[in-house]
């Protein structure tokens, strides 16, 4: 039922017992266990009840443990399915085969560093500020919010790290404004559009 939220949705009760393949009654039991352990949070709106993940490090949590569950491995051999494993959403910004070539791609172009060499926490680099400014990101609203800024999280299906944090959900935000890619209304899953394959090689090097 939580996987079922990184998409960053909320869905009702009923909902995630289809899911969680339960009674309607024990997938109430363990929504309740969910929120009294801060997991998941509720939204009322008339007589519905929806439930979503309760933040974005609920959401980086799962896809770490995507990773151990999947080993172990001689040889790590993806076999997420291929629109899953392409693009996808992790919570609030983007995860998959594209998200790490764009994590890759930033620190490839200055944009971003780390705060120190072992640390998971990046900063933006002034040139990096300059120019996600001029695409539409909003550096100081990310900065401003109050969560992790930038971080890496680690991606289940290509095993290195994505940008997560603030910076991370905006540049999803950007992304989709723009129609670079487009959300799939069934599933986590990203599009590329045509104008998107353009935009990303001319302005950031990625090849998709």
């Known amino acids: 039922m939580l996987y079922a939220l990184l998409d960053g949705r909320a869905r009702t009760s009923t909902e995630l017992a289809i899911v969680g393949e339960v009674s309607p009654s024990t997938a109430s039991v363990h929504l309740a266990r969910l929120r009294e352990r801060r997991l998941l949070k509720m939204h009322a709106q008339g007589k519905h009840r929806y439930f979503s993940l309760a933040d974005a490090q609920v959401a980086a949590a799962l896809e770490a443990l995507s990773v151990v569950a999947g080993q172990p491995r001689e040889r790590f051999e993806p076999n997420t399915p291929h629109r899953l494993r392409a693009a996808r959403t992790c919570y609030d910004h983007m995860a998959g085969a594209l998200a790490v070539a764009l994590h890759d791609r930033l620190f490839a ?19 990096g500020a300059e120019a996600l400014g001029k695409l539409g990101v909003d550096v100081g609203a990310a900065r401003a919010a109050r969560r992790r800024f930038a971080c890496a999280c680690l991606d289940w299906s290509e095993r290195r790290p994505h940008l997560a944090g603030a910076l991370g959900a905006e540049l999803l935000n950007v992304t989709l404004e723009r129609r670079w890619i487009t959300r799939d209304l069934d599933s986590r899953a990203l599009s590329i559009t045509p104008a998107g394959k353009r935009e990303l090689r001319t302005r950031f090097g990625v090849e998709v």
């Open 109 to 127: 172009l200055r944009w971003l560093k780390r705060e120190r060499a072992e640390d998971s926490d990046y900063a933006v680099t002034a040139n």
